[in-house]
């Protein structure tokens, strides 16, 4: 088993920036590819970046692509999401996630989930 804490949402105005921050623990942090979902209301979860194992790959949706950044901190066996220049559709729920999966972008290639921050941005 693998428990996720994420910490990090809050208010912040739009053009504003956010980290946040997924601390893992359970089995070995560096064997899981880790992502980050967002989940607005009425809207279906979406996988937002992902980073593999080491951190040579990643992923970002076109929504965030020159915004955010994923990286990870595998001795702090921490993910971070460093959100800049946000916009009120970013305000959502974000989950952090653990797959085993080389860079998994669907809900379906992760087995452990946190139990999500809220951010909302302001208009």
């Known amino acids: 088993q693998v428990q996720l804490v994420e910490s990090g949402g809050g208010l912040v105005q739009a053009g504003g920036s956010l980290r946040l921050s997924c601390v893992a623990s359970g089995r070995t942090f560096s064997n899981y590819a880790m992502g980050w979902f967002r989940q607005a209301p009425g809207k279906e979860r979406e996988c937002v970046v992902a980073?593999?194992?080491?951190?040579?790959?990643?992923y970002y949706a076109d929504s965030v692509k020159g915004r955010f950044t994923i990286s990870r901190d595998n001795a702090k066996n921490t993910v971070y999401l460093q959100m800049n220049s946000l916009k009120p559709e970013d305000t959502a729920v974000y989950y952090c996630a653990a797959s085993e999966f080389l860079l998994p972008q669907t809900e379906g290639e992760y087995d452990y989930w946190g139990q999500g921050t809220q951010v909302t941005v302001s208009s």
């Open positions: 980073i593999s194992w080491s951190g040579s790959s990643t």
